[in-house]
């Protein structure tokens, strides 16, 4: 089950949900300190999400990820957890698009004479080949934006010709991807057709 389709199935989720909270909250105790309180509680937290039209079990999925890591010895509220529904490029491991987009222009991916550096080559080759000896948000925002890049068909040493709104559609792509809790190696894509590239001048 991907998307929860009715309020019985909010309910079992929040029941999960629940689980997980008093699992890493000690002091749920003293948000909910009698069985009548937590349940009334997990009552309000089914409307909650089912008014903030959260249905998919990957946003779910990314919020009890977030709650693991929150310092915490209490529970979130209901407002805070549909909010970690909703996970940054940053709680996914990427980079933001723009700042995504201006490492394409710096030179961090394209030398001053716009060839494609012969370090950042190699990382990218070791990325592609699946060498794990890089930090892995280093792997994630690497292969994120090469991936971009790559799906407009545009040689990686033209990077720099990239339009902001052509890799924007297509790291949200990316991102989407890894939303829906996929790694980075196991996103597919489609290459635009040759007729679809726009020319490029070499000269």
């Avoid at 009715?6 to 008093?22: P, Q």
């Avoid at 339009?163 to 980075?184: C, L, W």
Wanted: net charge negative; hydrophobic share 40%.
């Amino acid at each position: 089950m991907k998307n929860i389709t009715d309020s019985r199935g909010t309910a079992k989720v929040v029941n999960e949900i629940f689980k997980g909270m008093i699992g890493v909250s000690p002091a749920f105790r003293q948000a909910w300190p009698s069985q009548e309180e937590m349940t009334n509680a997990k009552h309000q937290w089914t409307l909650a999400l089912q008014e903030a039209g959260v249905s998919d079990l990957n946003a779910i999925k990314w919020a009890m990820k977030k709650l693991r890591s929150i310092n915490s010895p209490f529970p979130p509220n209901p407002a805070q957890f549909i909010e970690w529904c909703n996970p940054s490029y940053e709680d996914m491991g990427l980079v933001g698009v723009s700042d995504a987009y201006e490492q394409v222009k710096s030179s961090l991916w394209m030398h001053e004479s716009e060839i494609f550096s012969k370090e950042r080559s190699d990382i990218i080759r070791k990325i592609l080949d699946g060498d794990d000896s890089f930090k892995a948000n280093i792997v994630i925002n690497d292969k994120a934006i090469w991936m971009a890049i790559n799906m407009t068909g545009l040689p990686l040493f033209y990077a720099g010709l990239v339009t902001y709104d052509d890799f924007k559609k297509n790291y949200s792509f990316i991102a989407a991807e890894v939303f829906k809790g996929k790694s980075i190696n196991e996103i597919n894509y489609q290459l635009p057709s040759p007729d679809k590239i726009e020319a490029v001048s070499y000269t």
